[in-house]
């Protein structure tokens, strides 16, 4: 690979989202967008090399995008027939602006709201939303979700046919649609960053790009829609859990549970960016009036991230905020986590019998977490027997090599020196 071509190929992933974005403004298809930002690629590698890279090589593959989205559209008769009763030039093709006192105008704003539209089933909007915005191949996508390359690219496909057959528009809602929208969007980069974060499958408990490309998203749209704070919140949060991670695996890979991390290692720029991000959610609702569920779980984060150790966590003050994330999302998930919190505040005691509580919930059945959680606490109350069977039940349900072996180490050393 040449130079040039490096730099090529650098230069369009990094641009790429918004030349889709900014296309898909003049053809309205996603699907035909994308190929037009390729076809600026194959312009690209096939001047640059000659005529040297351009002082500005992303307004190059932009114009080089536009001019083809133009041309395309000149040769539509409906098109041309749409021009003539509006009265525009096919160089003016922008939506008129909304009349709304709240309309955004930005074209990856509205990329995102896309990609995101609840039309779509959650697998299809992240594989949707990792192509378009992360930029991402589909051969990355599939490695990152352990898929079959074929499977995604076929849900990409259906995706983008999808947009199309139910004609969705290019726009970022407002009003109440926005607000319903703008839940889709948060929940398909959490979902990213997640799968990142703690890997449902395979060999690896970490997959970092993915929480990169999700945190890049987070802070994109944060700073896109800076008077929603829910937007902030869930930048909070991915800055704040993202900070862990050079601590959340050992040297050779392994898996590292929060009591054992070394928090020398935690990132401090990245805490020092989450609590900025909290302290604009909780401001944008009337300092913390109405949090939403990202912003209250960025607060449980920011609560470990201000402990210089593990025994001086505030847990009472997290055991609190499990309880206001209960109320405005109640969860099953949400009541386990409450009950670790609790466990830390109050004993095992109390934890334990909101737990067993938890194990009737269908929700959680096949939950490895659930087995981990109840064994730990029976090990805390010198249950050992029961602790190890449910340590080898939660490790069987995991699909993760690396949780599974964590979980098995477990079964044969239930009891933890530090509790």
Request: negative net charge; aromatic residues 4%.
């Amino acid at each position: 690979m040449t130079a040039t071509t490096a730099a090529v190929e650098a230069v369009f992933r990094i641009e790429f989202p918004r030349i889709v974005a900014g296309v898909t403004r003049i053809v309205r298809d996603i699907g035909i967008a994308e190929e037009l930002a390729q076809d600026a690629l194959v312009a690209a590698l096939e001047q640059w090399p000659e005529s040297g890279v351009p002082e500005n090589p992303g307004a190059w593959l932009m114009a080089a995008a536009r001019h083809r989205a133009i041309d395309l559209v000149r040769r539509k008769e409906v098109y041309a027939r749409k021009l003539a009763e509006v009265g525009r030039s096919p160089a003016d093709v922008a939506p008129p602006e909304p009349a709304e006192p709240d309309a955004i105008d930005d074209d990856l704003l509205r990329l995102i709201f896309t990609a995101c539209h609840p039309v779509l089933s959650a697998e299809a909007r992240i594989a949707l939303t990792l192509r378009l915005l992360g930029g991402l191949t589909t051969e990355e996508i599939a490695r990152a979700f352990l898929a079959p390359e074929p499977t995604v690219a076929q849900r990409i496909v259906r995706a983008k046919r999808t947009l199309g057959r139910e004609g969705v528009a290019f726009e970022v809602p407002y009003g109440p649609d926005r607000a319903a929208r703008l839940g889709s969007v948060l929940e398909v980069i959490y979902l990213i960053f997640n799968e990142g974060y703690a890997a449902t499958a395979g060999d690896d408990w970490l997959r970092p790009a993915l929480c990169e490309d999700a945190l890049r998203l987070a802070r994109v749209l944060a700073g896109l829609m800076e008077h929603e704070p829910e937007a902030h919140g869930l930048a909070a949060l991915l800055e704040l859990q993202a900070s862990r991670t050079a601590a959340r695996t050992g040297p050779d890979g392994a898996a590292v549970l929060l009591a054992d991390q070394n928090r020398a290692r935690w990132d401090r720029l990245l805490i020092r960016r989450g609590v900025a991000a909290l302290e604009r959610a909780v401001a944008g609702t009337g300092e913390g009036a109405g949090l939403g569920p990202y912003t209250v779980q960025a607060a449980i984060a920011a609560c470990h991230a201000r402990a210089t150790a593990y025994e001086e966590t505030d847990w009472d003050t997290i055991v609190a905020l499990y309880g206001r994330l209960a109320a405005i999302a109640p969860s099953p998930v949400v009541e386990l986590n409450r009950a670790v919190a609790l466990s830390m505040a109050k004993g095992p005691g109390p934890a334990l019998a909101l737990v067993d509580a938890l194990a009737a919930d269908p929700a959680l059945a096949g939950y490895h977490l659930l087995p981990s959680v109840r064994g730990d606490l029976l090990a805390r109350t010198g249950r050992t027997r029961e602790a190890r069977a449910e340590f080898a039940r939660a490790a069987a349900l995991t699909r993760n090599a690396r949780e599974r072996a964590m979980l098995l180490d477990r079964a044969e050393h239930p009891v933890r020196d530090d509790r």
